[in-house]
């Protein structure tokens, strides 16, 4: 089957999965609308099959379109779903889905009463190298999951509209949801600072608190002096650290402290043994992942779901989770 699907923002992000909606055999696009008629000519110099306009409702009444990509700025997530989902179609919107809990279950409400998906493009979690990592900790390979701490930094492309936190952490929050299970946090605090406009923080630091005591630590800034994207997970038997930029993306250290219980020579049973801490530090691997790029999955993955009817790995239910988190209010730093 293939799938007549539009797209609405063709920007910075959007020609990425237009390239990829053009390339997959489970596709074939019919419109792209962007305001801009630098974006839309864009378009039509690279994909002169695809009809172009400036007007997104000519998308949403076309009854020959069954899905929407929507790659728009954050704050117009939310309405183009619902107007998408509204018009009887299927909507994969980038992150986040939404700026609000209350609209993400908005949006899922409408998607599960019209039997529609609803997908955010998570790409992180069509990553094979994130894939790899979450195999590893699902079989158990690292022990338990003591804490993770990431970081996404760059002197990057800085976004009037929304913050670091909300440009760049949906990404971070969703692999940490995902690496460990989709569980509901204990807790979540947040410290940002704006340098450059005000009210746009540059700069976040993000703490998760999940139950167990397992600790996720997320650091983003488009105001930094190194390009980072590494994430590091410690576990009691091994301890990962992916990093997105390097050639060998995981690496995996069977490093780790014990805690044994240590009689020496005293053989008293009845006291109490005092523990030992036994440090273990062995080889490092590189395991060598194939490489597929992660929107061609996404894309994909949103194809078998619309065919199936299946419920989508980043659907509604783990973006409103990430939604939540990021929407927890930040502390109000003091100067
Ligand atoms: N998955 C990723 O790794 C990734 C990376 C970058 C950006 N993004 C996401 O992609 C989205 C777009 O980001 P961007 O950097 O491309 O932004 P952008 O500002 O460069 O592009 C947005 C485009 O949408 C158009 N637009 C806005 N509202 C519209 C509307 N109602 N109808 C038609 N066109 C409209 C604008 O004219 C613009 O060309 C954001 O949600 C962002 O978070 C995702």
Known sequence: ????????????????????????????????????????????????????????????????????????????????????????????????????????????????????????GHTFLYNSSVRYLRKMIANGDLGEIRYLYSQRLNLGRIRSDIDALWNLA????????????????????????????????DVSFMDIVYPNKVLAHIHVSWLDPHKVRKLTVVGSRKMVVYDDVAENKIAIFDKGIDCVENLEDRMDYDDPPFPTFKYRSGDIMLPKIAAVEPLRAEISHFAECIERGEPCLTGPVHARKVVQILAEPAAVPVF
């Open 1 to 120: 089957m293939v799938i007549q699907v539009a797209q609405i923002g063709v920007g910075y992000w959007g020609p990425n999965l237009l390239r990829n909606l053009v390339a997959s055999p489970n596709f074939e696009v019919l419109t792209a609308a962007d305001f801009s008629p630098e974006r839309r000519q864009y378009v039509e110099a690279h994909y002169p099959r695809v009809r172009t306009t400036s007007d997104p409702e000519e998308i949403l009444g076309d009854p020959r379109v069954q899905a929407v990509v929507i790659a728009t700025p954050a704050h117009t997530h939310a309405d183009l779903a619902l107007r998408a989902l509204g018009a009887g179609k299927h909507v994969l919107v980038e992150k986040p889905l939404a700026t609000t809990v209350a609209d993400v279950d908005r949006i899922a409400e409408v998607a599960v009463r019209s039997d529609l998906v609803a997908m955010v």
């Open 170 to 201: 949906p990404h971070d929050v969703s692999v940490a949801q995902y690496l460990l299970g989709d569980p509901d946090p204990v807790d979540v605090r947040s410290f940002g600072v704006d340098y450059l406009q005000p009210g746009v923080n």
